[in-house]
């Protein structure tokens, strides 16, 4: 698996597992008819920030995407954020981990002092094991800021690590 910088060109294989995720409505703050022309807006982000997708080296296939950039702007702008998304039929291979990964290099490369995730939905325990195992900790949780599908008004933590 390699992890490049992701193009428009990329957004096709994106899109297919970025709608399902983001439809099914319990892991992500966006709206959960977004469209297919729409979804670019959100996802693909422009430089300084990134987006990356990740890669099958062998058959070329796109297995995972994240989105880097920083939390706040101003007197913030020294703590990074991102996103991440894996392709639920390539779940459990470890693409989600080199996202992470490449994402706080990423950010320490840049001179960012913390990554913040200002909203990990409390009931996403596998990404919340995965950001814990990689050295952020819950600072604080924000109840019922959440509706979940099934599980109704849940917490959404925010998430930090120092760089």
Not at 31 to 60: F, H, I
Not at 130 to 144: A, W
């Amino acid at each position: 698996m390699s992890i490049r910088e992701a193009t428009a060109d990329d957004w096709p294989a994106i899109w297919p597992f970025f709608h399902k995720i983001v439809a099914a409505g319990d892991t992500f703050t966006y709206p959960t008819g977004l469209s297919e022309e729409d979804g670019p807006g959100w996802w693909l982000l422009a430089a300084p920030n990134r987006t990356v997708v990740a890669v099958d080296d062998g058959t070329g296939t796109v297995l995972g995407t994240a989105k880097m950039n920083n939390n706040q702007g101003g007197n913030g702008a020294h703590v990074a954020s991102a996103s991440y998304m894996v392709d639920p039929a390539h779940g459990g291979r470890g693409v989600g981990r080199a996202l992470v990964e490449y994402s706080l290099d990423w950010a320490r490369e840049r001179g960012f002092r913390g990554m913040q995730f200002n909203a990990v939905v409390e009931t996403n325990v596998h990404a919340v094991r995965l950001y814990e195992r990689l050295g952020f900790r819950v600072v604080g949780t924000v109840p019922e800021a959440f509706h979940h599908p099934v599980r109704g008004y849940v917490g959404l933590h925010v998430m930090h690590r120092p760089l």
